[in-house]
């Protein structure tokens, strides 16, 4: 039988292939599997789950076909038929960042419920992504040229401007304005590392350093030439005595040069990766 660790080599390759190329547009589920898989360190039977998302897009292809493309039938199969919610609740959970547990449990935190909506979506032929928005996770679906923005955590409910002004209002105060880059897509990418980014904040709020680390080398299986995740991984694996791996990390960062890393950092970098060498002496 394979040991952990290679099952675990073996599993972030996978999810390295899967978010190989320019990272626009990847399979949100599929790559949202692997990182369960990973975080969890367990095999995960994904038939159950590849089936249960496309029940639901065959639902909705059926409903668009008798009652016509608008988007509520999102909501109206995924939410109201299949039970998906925000979960209010215990929203830190990690659960909710899990997506076969949010599955399962039929609840979770914006950006996992987007991704079944975005791949629902996009199976009907759609055009749909996520959304810049701050502090809360929204995406916009594209239907026979009208644009639409969607809130999974609420139901899959259409947003208008006024109700997008409040829920600003909400995350970054009643002074704050609506901006055009609160609209502006950004790719499945950084979709996949929003979802792990959660993952990474709440094990790090607990002091849960060597899961932290972990969800770095996910993040960084995700994005590899992120210069601020390489600089973090380099910090975090130094503080856990991960000697190697911080030197690994340290050196890819200041191997991307100007203008990708911060002068400031770097410096820091270099002199990081000066005093690691010489304690492998």
């Not at 949100?28 to 975080?39: H, I, K, S, T, Y």
Request: aromatic share 6%.
């Amino acid at each position: 039988m394979a040991s952990d660790n290679s099952v675990h080599r073996q599993d972030v390759s996978r999810l390295r292939a899967l978010c190989a190329g320019d990272g626009r547009r990847l399979d949100l589920v599929e790559a949202a599997f692997e990182m369960a898989a990973l975080q969890r360190d367990e095999v995960i039977d994904r038939g159950p789950f590849r089936q249960h998302v496309s029940a639901m897009a065959s639902d909705v292809a059926d409903l668009v076909h008798r009652r016509g493309a608008v988007p509520e039938r999102l909501g109206e199969v995924i939410a109201q038929a299949y039970g998906y919610r925000g979960d209010t609740e215990t929203y830190d959970d990690l659960q909710n960042a899990d997506l076969p547990r949010v599955i399962e449990r039929r609840k979770g935190l914006p950006v996992a419920l987007s991704m079944i909506y975005l791949h629902v979506a996009r199976a009907q032929g759609w055009d749909a992504e996520g959304l810049a928005f701050p502090g809360h996770f929204l995406i916009r679906v594209e239907i026979e040229g009208g644009r639409h923005v969607l809130d999974p955590f609420h139901g899959g409910a259409a947003r208008d401007a006024a109700e997008l002004r409040a829920l600003l209002h909400q995350v970054l105060g009643a002074d704050s304005e609506l901006q055009p880059g609160h609209f502006d897509p950004v790719p499945d990418r950084d979709v996949l590392l929003r979802l792990e980014n959660n993952v990474r904040l709440r094990l790090a709020k607990h002091k849960d350093w060597t899961g932290a680390a972990r969800s770095l080398e996910r993040m960084l299986a995700i994005a590899p030439d992120r210069p601020e995740l390489l600089y973090e991984s380099g910090e975090i694996n130094a503080r856990l005595d991960n000697r190697r791996a911080a030197i690994a990390a340290f050196e890819r960062f200041l191997g991307l040069g100007p203008p990708q890393a911060d002068a400031g950092l770097r410096q820091r970098a270099s002199a990081l990766l000066q005093e690691l060498r010489r304690g492998l002496n």
